[in-house]
């Protein structure tokens, strides 16, 4: 099984920046996708930002503009680039990926925008 851990959360001032990373267990390459989703208190879990391995990204409109997904294959690692941050931004961000045919999540990282 594919082990899928972030790191780089913690508690940031509105308009700071915070570098998420999502390190794997394993090569990377053979995902699909890669991205991020978050889940604030009360809400239902979102997507952030997806990456394919062909390049392709997506991210969600609140976030469009502010965040920039990267991945880096020899490291095994997925990063999400947060600028701009607001304090709606608050939630738990869980590193995803797909790999046909099964899909993994991580932990979660914790990331709190207050001043």
């Known amino acids: 099984q594919v082990h899928l851990v972030e790191s780089g959360g913690g508690l940031v001032q509105p308009g700071g920046s915070l570098r ?4 794997a267990s394993e090569s990377i390459f053979p995902f699909n ?16 930002a997806i990456m394919s391995t062909g390049g392709t990204t997506n991210y969600a409109d609140s976030v469009k503009g502010r965040f920039t997904i990267s991945r880096d294959n020899a490291k095994n ?5 947060m600028n701009a941050l607001k304090p709606e931004d608050t939630a738990v961000y869980y590193c995803y990926g797909y790999r046909p045919v099964s899909a993994y999540w991580g932990q979660g990282t914790q990331v709190t925008v207050s001043s």
């Open 77 to 81: 690692t997925v990063y999400l680039q």
């Open 33 to 48: 996708v890669m991205g991020w989703h978050r889940q604030a208190p009360g809400k239902q879990r979102e997507l952030v």
């Open 20 to 23: 998420l990373s999502c390190a």
